[in-house]
């Protein structure tokens, strides 16, 4: 149609307002042939009862007319009106629809708006719902969509069809052999049904949707082409169960109660043994399940990719996947049980798990600092900067923080405790902290906000781009704002930030390090600790306040380790390079795969310098190899102060490695490791070891990494 509305976002200079108006209906027309609408149509041109329509497509006997509504600066109309004229065109069209040859088989009509926005009021949204009503594809729909159906094929489309209310016009109906359960009071079906025929029927939560109770991720092409490949084309099974809930209530025909049901089982072949097998659950019942009629009959609760792969496996007629499903279980229900599903599952991207945490439980501590890190997303000088799974899929070249990063720092520094990371005295309290989870919530965000406003008035633009604004920037300017809290014991006022964060400035400006280097330098947890030790050094000094420090005897221990970590990983890398390679690559020979590729996306492409960038764990990873090990071992185990075998010097290595991911990720020690004492021993028997052996080798005075 003619007439356009919004979109938020000044308009390239060489496009003219139209032009980017026929790209955007072109672009919906597209969508729609990618989804497999037939009879697509639409343009400048296209006239149904005399009304100009962007776009048309069908399916079965449902026609989708869509008007195509852009958002400019200079051309603001409000979303309402746009509302308001497409109803006003219904009558017309729909009796035109029904004349005309073309469309002789259309027996429903779906009106649409697309727009560009990503954000649309709830007014707005109010206002299109009545009737009649108007659906709304907004940018997010559309992308979600295009996304999917790149990844899932022709699936992607039952699952539009169900977000706009179409049902098949053709009834495939799907029996399946079941158990019913009763399971404390909840009613669970247990069955094996064709994944094909599921496909259709099922429909998934995700959260990309910006749908505030979605709770799924998005699925990944990648890894469903793999289970198909790697695993459904191999063995033709998958032996998890699917987990789903019905959105409508399934129609159950019982064949009886399975208690007290005698069955006489015969033993292995040849064996005179029996078994008599007594079915006593009078909770369950055998019988047949039919799935209702309809494109979002279930929801998919957990197992999508498992699903979805058996679209691309070769799979024959009657092959199966095994199901449980709940009866009738709220989208809140749903997402707690995802959670306890996936919150041990390294799969789930922790953004989507910290945003969840936010919705589903506010006033936990987690729940808080989620929020909080949604306000500060809000408002402010972070205002649109932070990735959140609700607000949709992430824009491709557009840099945002990571939600998971922010969330984990605040936690990490502990901003919303009784006491932040470095309050050691029992009359150190944080000033930020309150008890009722909504007050927390408004202290720690203003505060916050208001450190941040500071860092983006004082710093340069460049300096903001380059490193402090990154996650690794934001990360160490969370642990500096916790310093001050410590240094000050108040929630610090304007006048405060700008000497401090004014002081971090001219320190950063000093420095002598290419920025480069220092983001590399905070690749790892371990890094981003050392820089910030030596920020706080630099701005103590600066501002002559020695109060303004990390204290601990954990942080000497860090210190010495992290030295340890250096040396010891140069070490080993000169011996795995000094020696013989088979394949003439030390690299490929010697570094296990995993690490490899660890450091090449991390970094972009294999170091240079690999020394520099591997952390204990991994060299410890590295020494599993027997001959690897043995290229090291004289280093360990021989002399009066090294190791009396190979598996003392592990156990000792191991111990340590264990106390230094603890102390770098902030997590409890695995049971059995927690004797600092015996940590201390360990340490100082392999830092001398190493010393020893470098000074040997090298005839330098290498300084006693122990001490």
Not at 12 to 29: L, N
């Amino acid at each position: 149609m003619q007439s356009h509305s919004d979109v938020s976002g000044a308009l390239p200079q060489t496009q003219s307002y139209q032009e980017i108006a026929a790209d955007f209906e072109g672009h919906i027309r597209r969508f729609m042939k990618k989804m497999k609408f037939k009879g697509v149509d639409g343009g400048p041109t296209f006239k149904i009862g005399g009304n100009q329509i962007d776009a048309v497509g069908i399916h079965e006997r449902t026609l989708f007319v869509i008007e195509c509504v852009l958002r400019t600066r200079g051309a603001d109309q409000p979303l309402r009106a746009k509302i308001k004229a497409l109803r006003g065109i219904m009558f017309d069209v729909k009796k035109a629809v029904h004349s005309e040859k073309k469309y002789k088989d259309v027996e429903e009509i779906r009106f649409i708006i697309s727009t560009t926005d990503r954000v649309i009021k709830k007014e707005d949204l109010e206002y299109a719902g009545k009737i009649p009503p108007i659906y709304i594809w907004d940018g997010n729909l559309i992308e979600y969509y295009r996304s999917l159906q790149r990844k899932v094929g022709q699936y992607a489309k039952y699952n539009l069809l169900a977000e706009m209310g179409v049902q098949p016009v053709v009834k495939r109906e799907l029996r399946v052999p079941c158990m019913k359960i009763r399971v404390y009071d909840r009613t669970l079906y247990s069955f094996f049904a064709p994944p094909r025929d599921l496909l259709r029927f099922c429909y998934v939560a995700r959260r990309e949707m910006a749908r505030e109770s979605y709770y799924q991720r998005l699925v990944e092409r990648r890894r469903i082409l793999s289970i198909a490949t790697d695993f459904l084309n191999k063995h033709g099974v998958f032996p998890n169960s699917v987990l789903l809930a019905f959105n409508k209530p399934p129609v159950f025909s019982s064949l009886g109660r399975a208690g007290g049901v005698m069955k006489q089982v015969m033993g292995p072949k040849g064996s005179k043994a029996q078994a008599n097998i007594r079915l006593t659950a009078d909770d369950v019942e055998l019988g047949v399940l039919i799935f209702p009629e309809e494109y979002q009959s279930c929801w998919i609760i957990d197992g999508q990719h498992r699903l979805y792969a058996f679209a691309f496996a070769r799979a024959s007629a009657d092959q199966k996947i095994s199901v449980i499903a709940f009866d009738k279980l709220p989208l809140e229900e749903q997402a707690r049980y995802f959670l306890d599903i996936n919150s041990n599952q390294k799969p789930v991207p922790p953004d989507l798990l910290w945003d969840l945490k936010g919705e589903l439980m506010p006033s936990s501590r987690d729940g808080v600092i989620s929020r909080v890190v949604k306000e500060l997303n809000d408002k402010g000088s972070l205002r649109n900067c932070i990735y959140l799974p609700a607000v949709g899929l992430k824009k491709p070249g557009k840099k945002l923080l990571k939600f998971s990063g922010m969330c984990t720092d605040i936690k990490r520094r502990k901003l919303s405790e009784k006491q932040t990371e470095h309050m050691q005295l029992v009359s150190d309290k944080n000033p930020l902290y309150r008890r009722n989870p909504d007050l927390q919530v408004q202290r720690l965000s203003a505060a916050l906000n208001d450190y941040f406003e500071m860092v983006n008035e004082v710093l340069s633009t460049e300096e903001k781009h380059e490193f402090w604004l990154q996650n690794s920037g934001v990360a160490i300017l969370v642990a500096l704002y916790e310093c001050m809290l410590r240094r000050i014991g108040t929630m610090p006022d304007k006048q405060e930030l700008r000497v401090y964060v004014g002081a971090l400035g001219k320190t950063f400006r000093d420095q002598q390090d290419d920025v480069r280097l220092l983001r590399l330098q905070c690749s790892s947890e371990g890094g981003r600790t050392e820089l910030t030790r030596e920020f706080v050094s630099k701005i103590a000094s600066l501002l002559g306040d020695q109060d303004f420090s990390i204290p601990g005897a954990s942080a000497a221990f860090e210190r010495r380790v992290s030295r340890f970590e250096r040396e010891f990983a140069g070490f080993l890398v000169q011996k795995l390079a000094e020696s013989p390679a088979a394949s003439g690559n030390w690299i490929r020979d010697r570094i296990p795969p995993g690490i490899i590729d660890r450091l090449v996306q991390s970094y972009g492409k294999l170091p240079d310098d690999i020394a520099k960038y591997l952390t204990l764990g991994e060299c410890n990873e590295i020494l599993r190899s027997k001959s690897n090990w043995m290229l090291v071992k004289d280093a360990f185990v021989r002399g009066p102060r090294g190791f009396p075998s190979e598996d003392a010097c592990r156990i000792a290595l191991e111990y340590v490695t264990e106390h230094r991911n603890a102390m770098i990720h902030k997590r409890p020690l695995r049971p059995g490791y927690s004797d600092e004492v015996l940590r201390d021993a360990y340490f100082r028997k392999l830092g001398r070891c190493l010393t020893e052996t470098i000074r040997e080798t090298s005839g330098s005075q290498a300084d006693q990494l122990h001490e």
